[in-house]
Every structure is written in C-alpha cells, then in structure tokens.
DNA sequence: CTGTTAGCGCGTTCAC
DNA sequence: GTGAACGCGCTAACAG
C-alpha cells in the first residue's frame, strides 16, 4: 500500500500536488498530472479513505439499520439506499437489530462515530433513548414520526381505506385486525387508518394479537381467528397473513371463499403464495431512496429539520379476497 | 465530539492517560482512572474510530458481499457474521451484488480500503479479476474454492446422495435437475453431487437452465418440466422449487402425486410452501460463523493460507415427495 | 504508574 | 500552478 508520499517522491512532484490530482485534476497543470497519474497506476496507490475522512471530519458512510433483514419488506429497501448511496459516493453499513430495541441502541452507538448520517428504519427503541443516542448524528428515519427528526413515512390511509372498501363492497361486515408489535409505529398507524375507515364505512373492527412480524405468528394467529369466527381479516403484514392462509388450509377452510385475508407490505411472497394475497402495496424501495435523498439534504446543510416526505399506499387485488360464506345485513 | 485532550485537560492528565483508560484500564491507577472517566462521561467523550483506525492501521471493520439480499438463504447467514463479528469487536459492512460480476468488483474494489478483511459469500465474479483485486485485503470465501483462498464451503454430497436415495426409494427412475447461474460454483457442485448420486443408483438424470435463482424461474421452468413430462425435478435452491410447485399447481399438477419436487437451501419458505417443500439443507448460518472465525485466524496471522472448512448437508423430508404415478421399471 | 515525543496519511491554508 | 508547513485525533514507543 504505497501512500501519497511515494507517489510524489516517483513523479518528482510535492504531495500536495498529488492531493489536489485527485480532488481538483484542472488546477494541475497536464505534464504534472501524467506523471502523477502514472506513479499512482504503477505503485497500485489509492488515497486512504481513513486518512482522508480524519481529515476532512467526514467519513462518506452510511448506516442504515433495520430491525430483521429477513423480514423481505427490508431486502427492497436496503438495495434502494445502497444504489442510492452509491450514486452519491457514500457506502453503506448495514445493520440487523433482531427487532429487539436494546440491540438497536448497541448498534446505532457502535455505528454513530463512523457514518456520517444515520438512516433508522422503523425503529423500534424508545422515543427517549433514541434522541439522546443520535444527538450529534445527523438521523432520518423511515415509517416513524419523530418531532425534529427528518422522515420519510409511507401513509397507510389510502392502503387501508380501499382494502375496507373493498371488503365492504364484497359484502363483509366485520373485519378482524392482527396487529403487529406494539412499539412499531407502523402498527399504531395501520390500526388506526383502519379504525378510521372501518367508521366510515360502518363495519365492525376487532383485533387480536399483538404478534411478532412473523410467519410463524400467522399460523398461530389462524386457530385464534378461527375460534372468532370472522369472515374478513386484515394481518399488519404479509408474512403475518401468509402463516394465516397456510394455518387455514391446514384446518381446512378455503382462504377467499371462507374467510378473506388481505396483508400489507406487498412482498414479493404475496404473490408466491396460493392464492395470491390481496394487499395494501407499501413502496419500500421509494421510502430508502427518499431516505438517502433526505440526508443528503441534510448532511449540505439544508433547511430540512422536521421535514418528513409521505409515501402514499395502494390496495392490490390479488386471490386471497371474496364475498364472505353468507352476507353480513347492511349496517 | 470531544477529544482526547479536553478529556486530559478536564481531569488533568496526559492524553497518553486517557487513552489507555479506553485500552488498558488495569494499567491507569484507580483514581486517575476515575476522574478519567468522569471527564469523558461529562463531556460525552467517545474515542473516535476514525484517528484510532488511522493509528493502529486497521479499521475494526469486516465486509461481507452477498449476490442477493432478498434471496432468503443469505438473511440468516448476514445475521450469523454480524454476531459473529460482534463477538470479536467488530463492525460489519454489507454490500449486495445483485448477482452482477461487475457490481460485485466494484463493490469488493469501495469496500478493500475501508475494511480489515473481506468475506465474499458465493461470488459470482471470475476468478482472475477476483484475485487481482483482493491482493493485499485479507479474504475469505464462502461457498467457492479458490486455490490459496481460505474458503467455508457447504457438501451437497450428503444431501444430494440423500435426495436420490429418497427418490429411488419412492420408485423414481429419472430425475430433471432445475441448473443455477452457470457462474455459480454452488451450481457446479450440485450438479457434480447429483450425476455421481445417480449414477450410484442407476437414475437417469436430465438437465433444464441454467435459471436465475429466483422464484419467477420456477415458474418458467414448470412448463417446462411439464412438457418434458418428468416424474422428479430437483431444483439448484429453493426459490426455484417454489416457482415450480406453485406453476405446477397452476396447471392442475399435483405436487408429489403427480411430480415430485425437491429444493436446496431449507429457507423459512420451504417449510411455509404448500405443500411444504422437501429440500436439502444448507447451514448458511454456521457457514456465515465458520467464515467469521477464520476471518479471525487469518488476521491474528495464523498460517490458515488455503485452510478450507467444510459444511455437511442433510435432507428433509416434508411433504412434496411421493411415489411416481406409475414405478419405473427397476434398471 | 505516568508524561513526552513522534508520527499514522492525508487535505488544506498560505505564501511563492 | 506549486510547495512548505500544519494539524485532524489518536496510540505506541520511550523515558522517567
């Protein structure tokens, strides 16, 4: 690993010379900048980045944390932030929490001194904890509502307010809500778009759980909604609604004729599964790619403290979703 | 940010002291230590990786290149390296390839001067570029044999011989193998495992691919299965097998009735398939841990030059694997 | 046990 | 257009 001493010594140049061949190339004059450049190939040298970003006070890092890479939302989202990081010469750190706060707050400390921004996507710690931690790192999160903390939050509304449009209109009265964790906004955001819609439309909302963001969630959740008897449920996301359809297979009720199911997150698994499972699409590509946008924003020095970009959702129609074994009477 | 010496200052020390408080608390006498840490504490001190990195010549940070995030193999060995490299106080870097050679090299290229040591898991690129690039970055590679390469790499073997016990057992007397990325070693290897298994039991194999390893292959590849009227496929991974059973369903073909289905990997998916999938597992998380730990040997200077740590494999049976619809002849 | 000294490799004034 | 000098924050000798 030659250094930059090295180079200047071969091209007979100082080394600031050949600093600036690799940050300002017009200023060199053309000789000098050949033979720079010549030195550089044949002694395999490249600039230190640990050098340069003790230098310059910035390290051109990025750290994204998720709470479960094998959650396949996050796949999507991380390759948006990394594409798009890399299109603004950053690299990125990525980081699994396991959907357990305490790891999140190790994990968020251990990468704070070495990034120079920090994207938390639904974030599970506390909202205390979280302040003290990032302060003095420049943060945005994604899918949670922090006042004074850039954000990118996709809206469940529109997702939630056609899928009960859709069971209405398919002649369901009542719909079951499984909910996912309780410290999740997303959680708190979906029950309540749900709640709200549900009122227009004058359908009945129960919800069972909390559940982990898991399969295996679903099929336990399966025997629960059974017991209940509901002819409609909406899981607060796919993975939750695929353990359900395949636990009511199992028992042997029909997904779609007798009971509908509809999930949120619109996964690639949605439509692998069979039948395919209506969903309320959450574009999570589009949020990690505004998320880089946002901090790019901010790392310049931009006037975008508070400012949070809201994604909007929409209900995919898939196979999981039929008129209920008998019509419920019209409210 | 604070630094060293308005820590020193504060509690009136040499900033020789404070570091080894941070590196070598025995050493600090109690109550040096004490105010010490006091002073960090009020100043919110924190050592900075960034000027530590540059100091000692190494960064603290493990890089880890995977072909695809979303490919649900690789979530549980992520996990595992970054527990791994945790357990050893070290940071992670994950970069995915989108199972591109070239944004593979490029990604390896962003990553070799900003890590202590590098871990390429299933490496897509060809192998001269690859050696050109990781010389003077300590490697390790998974599922891959490169000469001189300290590599963890998974048997087929023992699965592959199980699968075509199974089979054979049922009453099959030909199976169509489902290929992967021809760049891809683990798709050599299986192959390689199941023409020597066949040949062991006297079953014909034919081939079909080569398939992207994803779940939209499969599909493609039911048409083609069924045109060619197979009686047991084995698929190179699991997503392709659960292409496959979900085409086959689609055109009335009774999965394990009718054909048989087997896949490679054992992700949370196959067991969620349904019929859940028969598949031969791969242990990506000790794979992901095995590959930490030699990381470690190789950067404590162990002579592990071309060490080559080997995972077996084993079959699970669920329940897409039957008899054939009609016996084959005995060979 | 502690302080002093001397860089790690680079980017940036500021003169020339 | 170019070089000399300085320091980013820290740790590793070496004395004491």
Redesign the interface.
Known sequence: ?ATISDVAARAGVSRSTVSRVFLQPQVVAEDARRRVLAAADTLGY?P????R??RRGR?G?LGLVVPD??N?FF??L??AV?RQA?RHQM??????S?EHADDELALVR??A??VDGLILASPRVAEADLRALIE?TPTVVINRRLEGIPAVVTTPEQGMTQAVEHLAALGHGEIVYLAGPEQAYSNQQRRQALENACRLHGLRLSELGPFEPH?ESGVRAGDLVLAQGGSAVVAYNDQIA??LL?RL?ERGTRVAQDVSVIGVDDT??AR?A?PALTTVRVPAGAAGAAAVRLMVDVLSGGPVAGAAVELATELIVRSSTAAPPRPAATA
Do not use: C, H, Y
Not at 48 to 51: I, N
Not at 91 to 96: G, R, Y
């Open positions: 690993m490249e230190s980045p640990v050098a970003s003790l390290t890092n890479i094998a396949p796949p999507p991380i390759k990394q890399r690299a990125l750190f990525v980081a699994d396991d251990a990468m001194k070495q003095g399969f695929l353990g395949a297979s690639w698994l692998m069979s």
